[in-house]
């Protein structure tokens, strides 16, 4: 699906009248996905990566062919369990980091089915018809 595309950045702050905002289609899939057989939309629940810009109800874009880095916000199964967390690759081992001081770090510990599912590439962040707490 094509959608049209401003030529230019909109500011945030006091805006231009003089701008023109339209400069043809753009295709998101082509713009936002890297390797289309491997790239899924996982919708979030919880709140535990708020701080990282994702919230419950988001979807994420998570390329299953990309090798995941320290730092990285992935997908992890963790004892048959997805989760979504910040990956970090610590002396200590493999820690999974929530965005959020309500929730605590998880050692990966050495005997545990862990696996990360793939690396989140992108997050759709909803403004439109969200609810307010």
């Not at 401003?6 to 006091?14: N, Y």
């Not at 936002?32 to 109800?57: C, H, P, W, Y």
Request: hydrophobic share 45%; with cysteine.
């Amino acid at each position: 699906m094509l959608l049209p595309v401003a030529p230019q950045p909109v500011p945030a702050g006091f805006p231009s009248p003089a701008q023109d905002y339209y400069d043809g289609p753009i295709d998101l899939t082509e713009q936002l996905v890297k390797d289309k057989a491997a790239t899924f939309i996982v919708r979030v629940v919880g709140d535990s990566m708020e701080q990282a810009g994702v919230s419950d109800g988001d979807e994420l874009l998570v390329d299953r062919s990309l090798v995941p880095r320290h730092g990285d916000v992935v997908v992890a199964v963790l004892d048959g369990e997805l989760t979504v967390k910040r990956l970090w690759l610590t002396a200590r081992g493999v820690v999974l980091h929530a965005e959020n001081p309500k929730y605590p770090d998880i050692l990966v510990p050495e005997l545990t089915e862990f696996l990360v599912w793939g690396v989140a590439t992108y997050c759709i962040h909803h403004l439109y018809g969200r609810k307010l707490h």
